[in-house]
């Protein structure tokens, strides 16, 4: 029978966004069953978020204290486990799947489509390629189809579903070279996720200094937006890397997208391809962030967000 | 120690891409090529290791056509001490690549396998990952710093929800991040130097390495294109224009 495995992505208590997304890309490939995997030490309570997904057959939960930090040389060896009861294995392109997923195709001995953008059949897909400035469609070999899907091409599934939990031993030996040590995290406060946030407010090395991001993190505030940056910003040490949009970064797809001093690196542009609407607000009326801009402002840019707190 | 290091010839990144009207793909011909931005970075970090004393020998390795010499001989002008030219023609996939890294890794027994993360062509990140599965070692992805101690290294990983670190016991692969450090300019009487330092060419049934199953490219096209919008000319004008929209209250 033909059915998909989805990896639930999470950390420990709340299931992560892209799970959704991935479960969104999962349901199209017309299977008998969307099942999701929760790999956790204690998961149950992220077994049960997941088991609200809609569409989601089964929610198979798979609890070991070694699985308290997601670290993908312990889960791949579980993963493959459950592998042979599937005919896809799905998890979201987030780093989580991305370190994760080729581990277990290299073992199962197939290859991996990364980040699937479209479903056309359950083995032709379409991916980005070269920053996004290409597409190509692929046909997986006749086997397992092992992927990583692109969270930004799809809108979360509703949380209307009632899926069965079911908890699975998997006895395999895990390696003990590889060891969690911890985990440095940038402290975002109340602010919503990146990748989840329905408006983003994203400064460049316009913004000029780590003290000048304030006014970056005030307006987002304002807006109730995500908090995002260019690959400059980041380099220049202006704000932590995990707030860094763009081709290796994050791909995001909010409703509302505002750069400001950030010119507009293809490699930042595939990041936000698929922003609802995007506006720039940039000094140099060359930039090139302004020919993907729906609404573009030449102007400098503290000005401009003193102006827009004020009206808001 | 012996460090093995991977190294990819692709498009130059400051190049805009074309997609050919016939769907076979993206124009190349007569097109920058330059090593991947993340291999340089590889090829960095691999010496800087040396260069702490922490590893007698860096080896860059590269898989494709004649041409990728180039990219090698750009390793070798960095300061990589040889080279292995994996020499084929054929398209070669990130799993077909993780099997020849592997057994290039049997043959010469590096404690260290250093890669890009991912290729800007292909964008896949999946080969270090691969090598890391099919090898059983400890793979430390994303790096933004790696500090060698002894029997482990300790790697800094940059992950969605920030700085991730891991200890892993080598032999390990490690896939670099941009953030790990800033790769050298090459100078003119290395360049020289370089052409003396020896490549050893190599083809896959030389390593017994059997092709991978392979995904099929049925085409290529140009992506949905954004199309520019306008220019406002205040803020009071951009506000009314968003409220309507109801994308702000």
């Known amino acids: ?312 | 120690m012996k460090i093995l290091v991977g190294v990819k010839r692709v498009v130059d990144y400051n190049v805009r891409i074309q997609v050919k009207a016939d769907g076979s793909g993206v124009a190349t011909d007569g097109v920058k090529m330059s090593m991947n931005p993340f291999d340089e970075i590889a090829v960095e970090e691999a010496l800087r290791i040396k260069e702490a004393g922490k590893a007698d020998e860096v080896i860059a390795v590269t898989i494709g056509p004649k041409v990728c010499q180039e990219q090698l001989r750009t390793a070798l002008a960095m300061g990589a001490d040889r080279a292995i030219h994996v020499e084929t023609d054929d398209e070669i996939q990130p799993l077909t690549g993780a099997r020849i890294l592997k057994a290039l890794a049997d043959k010469e027994e590096p404690k260290i396998v250093l890669l890009g993360k991912q290729a800007i062509d292909d964008d896949n990140n999946q080969t270090a990952q691969m090598l890391g599965g099919l090898s059983h070692w400890p793979q430390a992805t994303f790096a933004s710093e790696v500090v060698i101690e002894g029997d482990t290294a300790l790697v800094t990983r940059e992950i969605d929800s920030g700085l991730e670190t891991l200890s892993v016991d080598l032999p390990a692969v490690i896939s670099v991040d941009l953030r790990l450090n800033e790769p050298r300019y090459v100078k003119l009487p290395n360049i020289m130097k370089a052409k003396r330092k020896p490549i050893e060419t190599l083809t896959l049934a030389d390593l017994n390495v059997e092709v991978a199953p392979s995904v099929t490219v049925l085409k290529t096209s140009a992506p949905a294109k954004r199309e520019a919008g306008i220019k406002v000319e205040s803020v009071e004008e951009l506000v009314i224009i968003l409220k309507e929209k109801g994308l702000i209250e």
């Open chain 1, 1 to 312: 029978m033909s059915k998909v495995l989805v990896i639930a992505e999470h950390d420990g208590n709340l299931l992560n966004g892209s799970t959704a997304r991935a479960v969104a890309c999962a349901s199209q490939l017309g299977l008998a069953a969307v099942d999701v995997v929760v790999l956790a030490s204690d998961g149950s309570a992220v077994a049960e978020q997941a088991a609200k997904l809609t569409g989601v057959s089964t929610v198979v939960l798979v609890q070991n204290p070694v699985n308290e930090n997601a670290v993908a040389a312990l889960l791949a060896p579980q993963i493959e486990a459950l592998a042979s009861d599937y005919s896809h294995v799905f998890a979201p392109s987030t780093t989580f799947g991305k370190d994760l997923m080729p581990r277990v195709a290299a073992h199962l001995g197939v290859p991996q489509i990364s980040d699937i953008m479209r479903v056309e059949s359950a083995t032709v897909f379409d991916r980005p390629v070269y920053a996004g400035n290409a597409v190509i469609t692929v046909e997986a070999p006749e086997g397992l189809v092992l992927g990583t899907v692109r969270t930004a091409s799809y809108p979360a599934v509703t949380q209307d579903g009632a899926a069965t939990i079911e908890t699975r031993e998997v006895s395999v030996t895990l390696p003990s070279h590889t060891r969690y040590e911890g985990l440095k995290t940038s402290g975002g406060g109340d602010r919503p996720d990146l990748q989840a946030a329905a408006k983003v407010v994203s400064g460049g090395r316009g913004v000029g200094s780590e003290e000048n991001f304030s006014v970056i993190y005030g307006l987002a505030d304002k807006l109730g937006a995500g908090v995002g940056a260019s690959r400059a910003a980041v380099d220049a040490g202006f704000i932590p890397n995990d707030h860094q949009v763009g081709q290796t970064g994050k791909i995001i797809a909010p409703e509302l997208y505002m750069a400001f001093g950030i010119s507009g690196a293809i490699q930042h542009l595939a990041g936000i391809k698929d922003a609802g609407t995007i506006v720039a607000v940039n000094k140099d009326a060359d930039a090139p962030i302004f020919e993907v801009a729906d609404y573009g402002l030449v102007g400098d840019l503290f000005e401009v967000i003193e102006e827009l707190e004020k009206a808001l």
